[in-house]
């Protein structure tokens, strides 16, 4: 069976700090990989989906990054944060074929102080 | 650009009463729609995907109905406990193609919570 692991769980950073976060799928191969961000009293809203290794798109303009260096592997990174960037970050996977549906991670609380 | 409301916001039940929580939708070329529940801190589990070609889903003491073209879903609980306690999301998924593919929605959620 698949499965997705993030971590760390939660994390707190210092303002201009760097940041990194990892995600990796276990059980499937050639996922469709994605990062959302669900701030406090807000919705999800996608950062950035992977159709494979290294093509990585980007929704919203911001100060993160992702990368995808391996096929199961998907990477949330930043140079600085800033504070707007606190919130829970949910890493999930689809597999191939229009009506797979999509699988969360347990996500990472990150808070910048 | 496609914005999802989920109605109601919040709703709070006694043990065992049936339930219908409201999701819409503004444009109807959709490809799926999937239900999901979020417990507090914890990341979103799949429920149910109803494909567009599809009237309803079922799994267990769920329900989910699709009207695509009025742009509307119901997620249908029977008989509620109070494991069943979360957030639900629907969540349409846009057609492929562009810069759409594979994205979906999300909608701000409906807050479930059953008491004994």
């Known amino acids: 069976s698949q499965t997705i692991h993030q971590w760390p769980a939660t994390l707190v950073q210092p303002v201009g700090s760097p940041l990194s976060l990892e995600c990796t799928v276990e059980?499937?191969?050639?996922?469709?990989l994605y990062w959302y961000r669900q701030a406090a009293g807000r919705g999800l809203q996608l950062l950035f989906y992977?159709?494979?290794?290294?093509?990585i798109s980007s929704e919203v303009p911001q100060n993160l990054s992702a990368s995808r260096p391996q096929d199961r592997q998907f990477i949330l990174s930043s140079k600085k944060l800033l504070l707007s960037d606190s919130g829970f970050y949910l890493c999930?996977?689809?597999?191939?074929?229009?009506?797979?549906?999509?699988?969360f991670g347990d996500g990472t609380r990150l808070s910048i102080l | 650009k496609q914005e999802v409301t989920q109605i109601p916001a919040a709703l709070s039940v006694p043990e065992g009463e049936n339930l219908v929580l409201n999701c819409s939708f503004t444009?109807?070329?959709?490809?799926?729609l999937q239900w999901f529940r979020q417990d507090p801190g914890k990341g979103l589990t799949s429920l149910l995907l109803?494909?567009?070609?599809?009237r309803e889903q079922t799994s267990g003491r769920l329900n989910a109905s699709l009207d695509k073209s009025s742009g509307r879903s119901t997620l249908y609980i029977a008989a509620s406990q109070p494991g069943d306690s979360a957030t639900y999301l629907c969540?349409?998924?846009?057609?492929?193609?562009?810069?759409?593919?594979?994205?979906?929605?999300f909608g701000q959620g409906t807050i479930l919570t059953v008491h004994p």
């Open positions: 969540a349409p998924k846009a057609n492929a193609g562009g810069t759409s593919y594979g994205k979906l929605t």
């Open positions: 059980g499937t191969s050639n996922p469709n």
């Open positions: 999930a996977w689809r597999g191939q074929g229009g009506n797979q549906p999509q699988h």
């Open positions: 992977s159709v494979g290794i290294g093509q």
């Open positions: 444009d109807s070329a959709i490809y799926n």
């Open positions: 109803i494909q567009s070609s599809q």
